[in-house]
T-cell receptor, first 115, second 113 residues
Framework: DAMVIQNPRYQVTQFGKPVTLSCSQT?????MYWYQQKSSQAPKLLFH???????NEADTPDNFQSRRPNTSFCFLDIRSPGLGDAAMYLC??????????????FGPGTRLLVL | SQKIEQNSEALNIQEGKTATLTCNYT??????LQWYRQDPGRGPVFLLL?????KEKRKERLKVTFDTTLKQSLFHITASQPADSATYLC????????????FGSGTRLQVQP
């Protein structure tokens, strides 16, 4: 089945220790997104890739970076995690046809705990 | 500022009844609106999309309405079942420029058997 996969499902890191979350997709979608979601809050978009073009949200801290080496994979790097970065990180994909954005397909998420 | 509002309080209904969830928005002119279901500890799952020129969309037991004058969408689940218990998120988007969706914080639905 075509899907969005996130690894690991749970990640524990120490305050200030860099961490990388990964996402892969078999849908061959051209757009990939990273969201941060804290308990009972809306998913907050951090950035997205339209093909190879990186689009950062204005309020995304510099501490968050992303890489998309190919269509299938996308990584979220947190350079120096703080306690406030503990959250669920969601990867999503969509197929963008001539600026008509269709529905998004989400992975199961990675829950990050910062000690 | 732009705002999307969904009832933060959980909606509790009896099995078999119709659940109605509300999504209101301000300072926003979305081209379309989407509804997602999210179970605890999981990613959201797409349910329905409705465009600004559509009044109503249906899919099995689900119905969505979109009133751009009231700046409101209603999401209905008819003949609700305990398996429908989850958090339901609305999300707004534009057809041009910014491609990303803006999500509401969701309303938790609890269907009692």
């Amino acid at each position: 089945d075509a899907m969005v996969i996130q690894n690991p499902r749970y990640q524990v890191t120490q305050f200030g220790k860099p961490v990388t979350l990964s996402c892969s997709q078999t849908l061959n979608h051209n757009v990939m997104y990273w969201y941060q979601q804290k308990s009972s809050q809306a998913p907050k978009l951090l950035f997205h890739y339209y093909d190879k073009d990186f689009n950062n949200e204005a309020d995304t801290p510099d501490n968050f970076q992303s890489r998309r080496p190919n269509t299938s994979f996308c990584f979220l790097d947190i350079r120096s995690p703080g306690l406030g970065d503990a959250a669920m990180y969601l990867c999503a994909t969509s197929r963008d046809l001539a600026s008509r954005v269709l529905s998004q397909y989400f992975g199961p998420g990675t829950r990050l705990l910062v000690l | 500022s732009q705002k999307i509002e969904q009832n933060s309080e959980a909606l509790n209904i009896q099995e078999g009844k119709t659940a109605t969830l509300t999504c209101n928005y301000t300072n926003y002119s979305p081209a379309y609106l989407q509804w997602y279901r999210q179970d605890p500890g999981r990613g959201p799952v797409f349910l329905l999309l409705i465009r600004e020129n559509e009044k109503e969309k249906r899919k099995e037991r689900l119905k969505v309405t979109f009133d751009t004058t009231l700046k409101q969408s209603l999401f209905h689940i008819t003949a609700s079942q305990p398996a429908d218990s989850a958090t339901y998120l609305c999300a707004l988007g534009l057809d041009t420029g910014r491609r990303a969706l803006t999500f509401g914080s969701g309303t938790r639905l609890q269907v009692q058997p």
